[in-house]
Nanobody, 116 residues
């Protein structure tokens, strides 16, 4: 099993920056895909950014503003999402998920609110 926990969500003014973190712990061997999703009130959950052995990909709405990266530590993999030039429309609950051996593990999410 893999435990996934996000952190770093906050209230920030438009134009500001935030860095979200996601800690994937437990059985981390074999995790090969990492993703950030977000869900705004009344909207469907959408893919924001992904990272795998083939590279990174971003939603058009965040390209050039968001950067996904990962760091390995003992028994834990950290997934980061650096968010710059934030806009009110970036307000959402942000979720991290990882794929391991055909299974997907989700975190509970972290709230990001961007005020205008």
């Amino acid at each position: 099993q893999v435990r996934v926990v996000e952190s770093g969500g906050d209230l920030v003014q438009a134009g500001g920056s935030l860095r979200l973190s996601c800690a994937a712990s437990g059985s981390t061997f074999g995790i090969n895909v990492f993703r950030w999703y977000r869900q705004a009130p009344g909207k469907q959950r959408e893919l924001v950014a992904g990272l795998s052995s083939t590279g990174t990909n971003y939603a058009d709405s965040v390209k050039g503003r968001f950067t996904i990266s990962r760091e390995n530590a003992l028994n834990t993999i950290y997934l980061r999402l650096q968010m710059n030039s934030l806009k009110p429309e970036d307000t959402a609950v942000y979720y991290c998920n990882v794929d391991r051996l055909g299974l997907t593990f989700w975190g509970p999410g972290t709230q990001v609110t961007v005020s205008s």
